[in-house]
């Protein structure tokens, strides 16, 4: 098993930035992959942001791409979603998610475990 804590969800004003962290704990040499999704109240989980724990080699969706930065330290096991030019389009709980056996949490049916989530605000 693997335990996955996120931290870093706030409140900020539109054009403002987060970032979010997500510990990994237990099996973590399981981990292939780790990724951020989220969740917008009355709306499905939809992926956000993911990396390839071993290379480095990441992937957005396009609506974040340019404004989100994900990256990983395999020393810490810790990943990072850093948010930049946030909208209120981006509200939404966050959820930190890792895939493993060869599998990148690219959707959710590809995710073996999930992160309680955190809450991010985007103001207008």
């Known amino acids: 098993q693997v335990q996955l804590v996120e931290s870093g969800g706030g409140t900020v004003e539109a054009g403002g930035s987060l970032r979010l962290s997500c510990v990994a704990s237990g099996r973590t040499f399981s981990i292939y992959g780790m990724g951020w999704f989220r969740q917008a109240p009355g709306k499905e989980r939809e992926f956000v942001a993911a990396?390839?724990?071993?290379?480095?080699?990441?992937v957005y969706q396009a609506s974040v791409k340019g404004r989100f930065t994900i990256s990983r330290d395999a020393v810490k096991n810790t990943a990072y979603l850093e948010m930049n030019s946030l909208t209120p389009e981006d509200t939404a709980v966050y959820y930190c998610?890792?895939?493993?056996?060869?599998?990148?949490?690219?959707?959710?049916?590809?995710?073996?475990?999930w992160g309680q989530g955190t809450q991010v605000t985007v103001s207008s």
């Open positions: 990396i390839l724990w071993e290379a480095g080699d990441s």
């Open positions: 998610a890792a895939g493993s056996a060869g599998a990148a949490p690219l959707s959710v049916s590809r995710v073996d475990y």
